[in-house]
């Protein structure tokens, strides 16, 4: 009996997303296997805005940066682990990543109506990658287009009300390396500015 290895291709596809829910930009095209960081440094070369005192929230496997946020790492982040939202943060890094998910949360409910509103994202095997490259493109513009005009209302936009968060992979950057520690403390800063404003707000 022979065994038959399948291979999968796959995109890396870059989105990012505002929180109505639409797509503001998107990069089709890297392969699978490719960094997410490495994708990230493409699509600032390829018009990804990048605003002063602007942040993009991103998950762990991106590197952090002055326009990326991302979570503190061996730290309670996903909402389930904050019982849904009802546990009280215990100390600044707990609070700034339940801040951290439920805003970044939109990113997973905007993908998760997308891949089942338009089933063929799923499999896409037998178009070259080009085209799998357009027609993801499409998918996103069409999601737009149905959200802005609001076409209609159904069960896609219910079902994912609620976030269904990925696990975040602990990836070291490069083009950090340098000035890591100074990022860091610049995120430990906005992390201890928010817990001072929400102890006052406690003792009020």
Same mark, same amino acid.
């Given at each position: ?6 291979? *999968? $291709?796959?995109?890396?596809?870059l ?14 095209? =890297?392969e699978?296997?490719? @960094?997410?960081?490495? *994708? ?9 805005p990048?605003? +002063? ?13 002055? +326009?990326?946020?991302t ?6 982040? @996903?909402? !389930?682990?904050?019982?849904g ?11 700034? %990543?339940?801040?951290?998910?439920? !805003?970044? %949360?939109?990113?997973?409910? $905007? ?24 027609? $993801? ?6 999601? %737009?287009? $149905?959200?802005?005009?609001?076409? &209609?209302?159904?069960?896609?936009? /219910?079902?994912y009300?609620?976030? @269904? ?5 602990? *990836? ?9 520690? /100074?990022?860091?403390? =610049? ?7 928010? =817990?001072?404003? &929400?102890?006052? %707000?406690?003792? @009020?």
């Amino acid at each position: 009996m022979n065994a038959l290895n399948h291979l *999968v $291709i796959s995109q890396n596809v870059l989105a990012a997303v505002n929180f109505d829910m639409t797509f503001s930009y998107a990069l089709v095209g =890297w392969e699978g296997s490719a @960094h997410d960081s490495t *994708v990230l440094d493409d699509a600032k070369l390829r018009g990804l805005p990048l605003l +002063n005192n602007k942040f993009y929230l991103a998950d762990a496997g991106y590197a952090l940066s002055k +326009n990326v946020l991302t979570p503190f790492r061996g730290v309670r982040y @996903h909402l !389930k682990e904050f019982g849904g939202g009802n546990l009280r943060p215990h100390n600044k890094y707990e609070l700034y %990543n339940l801040r951290h998910s439920t !805003k970044r %949360n939109v990113v997973e409910r $905007i993908l998760g109506v997308t891949k089942n509103r338009f089933p063929l994202l799923h499999n896409m095997r037998c178009y070259s990658i080009p085209f799998q490259g357009q027609l $993801i493109m499409c998918c996103f513009m069409l999601h %737009n287009i $149905i959200r802005l005009t609001h076409l &209609y209302e159904d069960e896609f936009y /219910a079902e994912y009300d609620r976030a @269904h968060e990925d696990e975040m992979l602990p *990836v070291a950057a490069e083009e950090n390396a340098l000035n890591y520690a /100074a990022l860091n403390n =610049w995120k430990e800063q906005l992390a201890q500015d928010m =817990w001072n404003d &929400y102890v006052e %707000n406690l003792n @009020h």
